[in-house]
């Protein structure tokens, strides 16, 4: 049985927190975007849902990507027609 007093457990915690920060900030703004390009149009239409999701303002980003779709497939039908 370990005995770990309140003070090392919450120092354990903010360790790994700051690991994991460092972990998540390796990849860099620039070295994202940098990858874009080279993912499927699927792929990234999943990554600006997720990014939509993350926003204050989800309700208006979601409606109007819903929109753009609507109106990127008429754009599609219409140039096979």
Do not use: N, W
């Not at 005995?3 to 620039?30: F, N």
């Not at 975007?33 to 849902?49: A, F, M, N, Y």
Request: charged fraction near 40%.
């Amino acid at each position: 049985m370990s005995k770990c007093t309140p003070r090392k457990v919450v120092r354990e915690k903010l360790l790994a927190g700051a690991a994991a920060k460092r972990q998540i900030a390796g990849v860099s703004k620039a070295e994202i975007i940098r990858q874009l390009p080279k993912l499927s149009k699927r792929e990234r239409r999943e990554i600006v849902r997720c990014i939509f999701e993350i926003e204050d303002d989800h309700g208006i980003l979601s409606d109007s990507d819903r929109r753009a779709d609507e109106r990127f497939s008429m754009l599609d039908d219409a140039e096979v027609s």
